[in-house]
């Protein structure tokens, strides 16, 4: 049974940082790529960010490229994505993914992670 549990949530003031962390068990994460998304109120579940590959390769959405950083511990077995100089329009629920899907390319789409965890809120004050 493959179990992912996000924490390092919380409230922080704009400008400020966290650190989020998923930790993995069923599933080792280099086994797949495995992504952060993020969901705010009354919008769509949006990608953040994705580690793969046995070198780690990344990709980040625009809007956090430059101010988050994805990384995996093999040993811990754990993902984490660390949030710089965060915004408000950041203020979401955070969720961390495994991707399933055995093909294509994109790594960016919600529907290509079958597993999730249960998310950890993010707020940011203005």
């Known amino acids: 049974q493959v179990q992912l549990v996000e924490s390092g949530g919380g409230l922080v003031q704009a400008g400020g940082s966290l650190r989020l962390s998923c930790a993995a068990s069923?599933?080792?994460?280099?086994?797949?790529?495995m992504g952060w998304f993020r969901q705010a109120p009354g919008q769509e579940r949006e990608f953040v960010a994705t580690?793969?590959?046995?070198?780690?390769?990344?990709d980040y959405a625009d809007s956090v490229k430059g101010r988050f950083t994805i990384s995996r511990d093999n040993a811990e077995n754990t993902v984490s994505l660390q949030m710089n100089n965060l915004k408000a329009e950041d203020t979401a629920v955070y969720y961390c993914a495994a991707r399933t899907l055995r093909f294509g390319s994109n790594y960016r789409r919600p529907y290509e992670y079958g597993y999730w965890g249960q998310g950890t809120q993010v707020t940011v004050s203005s």
């Open positions: 580690i793969r590959g046995s070198g780690g390769d990344t």
């Open positions: 069923g599933r080792t994460v280099s086994s797949s790529a």
